[in-house]
Nanobody
Framework: HVQLVESGGGSVTAGGSLRLSCTAS????????MAWFRQIPGKEREGVAF????????NYADSVKGRFTVSLDSAKNTMYLQMNSLKPEDTAMYYC????????????????????WGQGTQVTVS
C-alpha cells in the first residue's frame, strides 16, 4: 500500500521561495515516476515537475523551468520541490503523485496516469 505525505506549503510574497516535501512509503522498486501537480479551482490538474527515480532524470513544465527544482533524498524516501522566484500565478493546491514505471524511463505527464496521490498542500503567492 503506497502512501504519499506532503508538507511545506504556505503563503509567500511574489519573488519568494518555498520548499515542498513528499515522503513516500510502500514502493517496492526504485523504478517509479514521481511528480508534482498543481490545481486551482475549476481547472484541470497541471503537472509541473517529474522525476524518474531510478536515475534521477527530471522534466519540467515550461511555466516553471528555471524557477522550480525537483530533487530526491533516497535515504529518506522523500522528494522535494524547491520553488524560487514565485509568482502569483503559482498559487494553487500542490499534489505529490507517483506511479510504478518498471518498463520505461519516460514519465507520463497526465494526472490520470498516476495511481498514487498525496493529500495536497496549499501554496499562496501574493
Amino acid at each position: 500500500h503506497v502512501q504519499l505525505v506532503e508538507s511545506g506549503g504556505g503563503s509567500v510574497t511574489a519573488g519568494g521561495s518555498l520548499r515542498l516535501s513528499c515522503t513516500a512509503s510502500g514502493y517496492t522498486s526504485s523504478r517509479n515516476c514521481m511528480a508534482w501537480f498543481r490545481q486551482i479551482p475549476g481547472k484541470e490538474r497541471e503537472g509541473v515537475a517529474f522525476m524518474y527515480t531510478a536515475v534521477g532524470s527530471t522534466n519540467y513544465a515550461d511555466s516553471v523551468k528555471g524557477r522550480f527544482t525537483v530533487s530526491l533524498d533516497s535515504a529518506k524516501n522523500t522528494m522535494y520541490l524547491q520553488m524560487n522566484s514565485l509568482k502569483p500565478e503559482d498559487t494553487a493546491m500542490y499534489y505529490c503523485a507517483g506511479r510504478s514505471n518498471l518498463f520505461s524511463r519516460v514519465c507520463p505527464v497526465e494526472a490520470r496516469q498516476f495511481q498514487n496521490w498525496g493529500q495536497g498542500t496549499q501554496v499562496t503567492v501574493s
